[in-house]
């Protein structure tokens, strides 16, 4: 069973441990957000002068799936890293070791592109299904953190992996998160300044979730060793 009040507990404790770092790392996505953002703009904007409507037309649409893929794809990466970055901060008792953060870039950012397309694509196959496809959003919630415990073990491997630890935990896993409503009517309240508290927050408290989701897999056999 997982403890909520415990959970949140152990991220706020960690949340004040690595404060500076953690502002400076919010910063930093919001500007990876934007940068994002700006080049899809200027990619959507820079047509070819062409007479021809048509070819107008499919070259916008092509540019629109372009950009939308690109930004896809930097924030799958993007956000393995930073689910990897949490993950260190909620196994450790001591502040992060931000030398550490150059070297998990180099490592996972492939293993961001790859699994968020490998997610994408399994979603979209339950999306006529929306019940099914929450289902399958949380079966898959804990691919990321697997990812960034072992990035050896492989994408596929990282989804199967979270399919088992969720087994028979998903609807903990959905009260866990639902346990933020009120944070979130407070982001909305506060025009989104709250957000630079509750994301990390948010991804903080996930981590611990699934360290002790990781732990009763391995006790009840769901998964023969830790990752």
Not at 96 to 111: G, N, Q, R, S, Y
Not at 116 to 132: E, H, M, N, R, T
């Amino acid at each position: 069973m997982l403890n909520r009040k415990e959970l949140k507990k152990s991220a706020r404790e960690k949340l004040h441990l690595n404060r500076f770092f953690l502002l400076v790392m919010f910063v930093a996505l919001s500007i990876e957000g934007g940068g994002t953002s700006f080049y899809s703009i200027f990619i959507f904007f820079a047509l070819n002068s062409d007479k021809s409507p048509q070819v107008i037309l499919i070259k916008i649409i092509f540019k629109i799936i372009f950009s939308l893929a690109l930004c896809f794809s930097i924030s799958n990466i993007v956000h393995l890293i930073r689910d990897s970055i949490y993950l260190e901060m909620a196994k450790s008792e001591e502040k992060l070791d931000t030398d550490a953060v150059p070297e998990k870039i180099e490592k996972l950012w492939l293993f961001g592109f790859v699994s968020g397309w490998f997610l994408f694509a399994k979603i979209i196959l339950y999306v006529l299904f929306f019940p099914a496809a929450i289902i399958k959003w949380i079966e898959y919630s804990q691919t990321f953190f697997i990812l960034a415990d072992n990035p050896k073990i492989g994408v596929k491997a990282a989804m199967r992996a979270s399919q088992r630890i969720t087994e028979g935990r998903k609807k903990e896993l959905a009260v866990l998160f639902l346990s933020f409503f009120g944070w979130f009517i407070l982001t909305l309240s506060s025009f989104g300044i709250v957000i630079i508290y509750l994301i990390p927050y948010m991804r903080l408290t996930f981590a611990n979730a699934y360290l002790r989701l990781k732990e009763d897999a391995i006790k009840s056999g769901k998964i023969a060793t830790a990752f």
